[in-house]
């Protein structure tokens, strides 16, 4: 009976944690941001416009930076991730070093020197299809379209 006891209660412990983790809260409660003590809230008016602070002074509205993500080919010991790439002209694109050494990168006709741990940014052009060494050895394919 004791154990009986015992395992009722841990059920129930997993399931008042799985609903308490799965409940929704609404959004207007939550548009602070994170602070150490837990999370700050603001109250959204209704045009929605600029979000008025607990204490009644304005604060202008957030903006969520952009995120830009690059296509990215990362080298670790001069094996590239992936092997091929394929970008529109004029585009960007990184080369990641993953290793603890630096690299020789060649792209084209351009040469970068990678440092240990760091990236570098390309500029994808001209038209065609590149070859992308590392210390010179061919490890990836870059197709530029036009």
């Known amino acids: 009976m004791k154990y009986m006891l015992i395992v009722l209660a841990l059920l129930f412990s997993v399931y008042a944690g799985y609903w308490y983790g799965t409940r929704e809260t609404p959004a207007e409660t939550l548009t602070g941001s994170p602070t150490p003590s837990g999370l700050t809230t603001t109250t959204i008016p209704a045009d ?3 979000p008025i602070s ?3 002074t304005q604060k202008p509205a957030a903006q969520a930076p952009k995120e830009t ?3 990215r080919i990362a080298l670790l010991q001069c094996v ?3 092997n091929s790439l394929t970008l529109k002209q004029d585009s960007n694109f990184a080369i ?3 290793d603890y050494t630096g690299r ?3 792209v084209s006709m351009q040469t970068f020197n990678i440092a240990p741990r760091d990236y570098v940014t390309v500029f994808a ?3 065609g299809i590149h070859s992308i060494e590392c210390d010179g050895a061919g490890v990836a394919t870059l197709t530029v379209q036009p």
């Open 54 to 56: 607990p204490a009644g």
């Open 69 to 71: 993500t690059l296509p």
């Open 96 to 98: 990641d070093n993953l």
């Open 125 to 127: 052009s001209p038209v």
């Open 48 to 50: 929605g416009n600029t």
């Open 104 to 106: 020789k990168v060649r």
């Open 80 to 82: 590239a991730t992936p």
